[in-house]
């Protein structure tokens, strides 16, 4: 792995981060042709299929243009920054699956602690699993790694901290106020609609608590490694449920 010093800073910048999500994003979209078929929203994840809706409904059908804007936009940010372009790649890429893979289970802990301390709090929760295809729920993961980063860390919780900012909040609390904002739309996004899940206690206060967690994370450690534990966290789930 690179020197402390620089993979630090590496893992934020934009250049390791397309490297790093690129292959999921890949194995995304293929597993999303290779197994929808005719019918590739019942693949997608919830966040990916509500961006391709609203596009279909301001005239933009193509199924090619969310990924393609994503990698574009990478590909213009790493132009923009590529005098700051960090050496080592596979030092970086490598410390990038590792943190990855530590982040995924430090937030499995949190999910296996919740229920407990919700239940000892007097919340009435249903925390029993439903089971699905596994190949078709990992697919679909990977996408909720990709796309409900970009769209509730990257965009949202960017633009909310900015705002704030703007507005001359303080800095620390510009940064919580944009993360409770992000987290708290990011859960209650997979109750929406027709598509939705049903809302369950353990399930909103969860995803609440991973999407401080990421907001966390994507602030501290760069997108790509937001993505990475994403995606590790729920297949490692999915798989697991399987």
Known sequence: MAKPGAYFPATRHPWPCLLFVLPILVAYEAGVLALGGPHPETVRNGADHW?????????VPYS???????????????WARRAERPGDLVGVLSGMVIESV??????????RALA???????????????????????????????YEEALFRLLLFTALARLMRLIEVPGVLALALAAVASATLFSSAHHWGPHGQAYSNYLFLFRLVAGLYFALLYHVRGFGIAVGAHACYNVMVSVGAS
Do not use: K, N
């Not at 391709?52 to 301001?58: A, E, K, V």
């Open 64 to 78: 090619w243009v969310p990924p393609v804007v994503l990698a574009l936009g990478f590909t213009f940010w790493c």
């Open 116 to 146: 407990p301390l919700l239940q000892g709090l007097g919340v009435e929760l249903d925390v029993g699993p439903g089971r699905e295809e596994a190949l078709r729920l990992v697919i679909t993961y990977l996408g909720a790694g990709i």
């Open 51 to 59: 961006l391709r809706t609203q596009l279909i409904s301001l005239g």
């Open 102 to 111: 530590t982040f995924a289970l430090g937030l499995w802990g949190v999910s």
